[in-house]
């Protein structure tokens, strides 16, 4: 499986934010925010390509990444009801997925970990060793496929399948390769009653292939032929739109959380609630004056 983090009880959350020394920042507004509402289990809550280095000052285009990530950890936070899950979609670290870059990430989004479970999947900054070893108490390792990590788990309206795309580090290519694909097949077919969702790092890239995924024609191939398939969402080009694939398969572009490729492309996390029908997606911009913030996007899924 990817990386699950299970939700911590307050009890822990706060017997770790202490010994991080940071149980002045959770004061009995915070406290209240993290446990005092209820779960909307139909809601996600997305992150991506954060690109955390170990130095919290660390900048890209005047972007502090590290505070970019703390600004959409209390937007979560700090949303009305918690989220079903969290899922952040690969490039968790700077460059080179260096252990200190995990260490840094790990302890900004240790708000997260008491309002709903985490799934973590890779990119091409992480680095795959590094990444497992990231979050020794409580990483719930199944690997699958070997060399890859990809997993599923399960929501009312859909499940999640989450795929691993990284073929080497810091080298912008992905693919998922032929053990992953196969096994996707086997999944789909065995889960082939709801709709499902799939989840990369990298982008389908049709056409000549420079940054994106490998082999995205024999990915979209598979998914075009299970009809039960209705989306696939991915990050890696920092571009947040939402098109469709002659298929009827929506394609869903994640914004980057904390590393914006152009200054004024927007960067944050992205709300998704799912219907039996379809999804809303919304983005939220962490720079709430930016025009696309709160953009919502209804899709309906393509029919069995
Ligand atoms: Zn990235």
Request: aromatic share 8%.
């Amino acid at each position: 499986m990817p990386i699950a983090l299970p939700q911590l009880s307050r009890r822990e959350f706060l017997k770790r934010a202490a010994l991080a020394g940071a149980a002045v920042a959770f004061a009995p507004a915070s406290q209240a925010a993290l446990f005092g509402k209820s779960r909307d289990a139909h809601t996600f809550a997305f992150f991506s390509d954060t690109h955390i280095a170990a130095d919290t000052a660390a900048t890209h285009l005047d972007c502090n990444m590290a505070e970019h990530l703390a600004a959409a950890v209390n937007e979560v936070v700090a949303w009305p009801v918690k989220p079903g899950a969290i899922i952040v979609n690969g490039d968790l670290a700077f460059q080179d997925g260096l252990p200190a870059d995990y260490a840094t990430y790990g302890k900004i989004i240790q708000p997260l970990r008491a309002l709903a479970p985490m799934h973590l999947t890779l990119g091409n900054h992480d680095q795959r060793q590094n990444f497992w070893n990231a979050f020794p108490h409580d990483t719930q390792k199944q690997k699958s496929v070997p060399q890859k990590q990809a997993g599923l788990f399960g929501a009312s309206h859909a499940n999640w399948f989450l795929l691993d795309s990284l073929v080497t580090t810091n080298s912008a290519p992905g693919e998922l390769g032929t053990a992953q694909l196969d096994w996707l097949a086997r999944e789909l077919a065995f889960h082939n009653r709801r709709p499902a969702i799939i989840v990369c790092h990298h982008n389908p890239q049709f056409g000549p292939v420079t940054t994106g995924l490998r082999d995205t024609s024999a990915f979209m191939d598979l998914l075009a032929r299970k009809p039960n398939v209705k989306a696939v969402v991915y990050g890696h080009t920092h571009d947040w739109h939402i098109t469709q694939h002659e298929s009827g398969i929506q394609l869903i572009n994640l914004p980057p959380t904390a590393y914006p490729f152009h200054n004024k492309r927007p960067c944050g996390w992205v709300r998704c609630t799912l219907a039996k029908d379809g999804a809303e997606f919304e983005l939220r911009c962490l720079d709430q004056s930016h025009p696309q913030h709160g953009e919502k996007q209804t899709l309906k899924w393509r029919k069995d």
